[in-house]
């Protein structure tokens, strides 16, 4: 169980990182920590991987698709990818983000 000290240092990370979100729209920011705090991924919703070129909606658009922008990877999205390719496993980890996850977020956090 990871004590609610670090828990509000994740979330004052999961802010900082918001700042450097590429969405105009909605500034997201993403930690994953081990059981024991250490931080092993962190993410803003960002451009999906693979595009040749930033896309950032406020300069490019956004694409929405029911009241979502598609236009990016969600935070929480790029932060388990990344954690999935670094670390490895995401048993035993605790997620903190900036807003509320949307539905498909949810179900990714939880399988994941």
Same mark, same amino acid.
């Given at each position: ?44 919703? &960002? ?6 070129? $930033?896309?950032?909606?406020? @300069?490019?658009? #956004? ?5 979502? !922008? ?12 990344? &954690? ?6 995401? $048993?035993?980890?605790?997620? @903190?983000?900036? #807003? ?5 977020? !949810? ?6």
């Amino acid at each position: 169980m990871i004590m609610q000290a670090v828990v509000d240092m994740l979330a004052e990370r999961a802010r900082l990182i918001a700042c450097g979100s590429c969405c105009d729209r909605a500034m997201v920011g993403a930690v994953i920590s081990d059981c024991s705090g250490k931080i092993i991924s962190e993410a803003t919703n &960002a451009p999906h991987y693979g595009i040749s070129h $930033v896309h950032r909606c406020n @300069v490019d658009g #956004h694409v929405m698709v029911e009241d979502h !922008c598609h236009s990016t990877l969600h935070a929480e999205q790029a932060a388990i990818i990344d &954690a999935c390719i670094n670390h490895g496993t995401l $048993v035993n980890c605790a997620m @903190v983000v900036t #807003h509320l996850p949307c539905i498909q977020c !949810c179900k990714l956090i939880m399988k994941a």
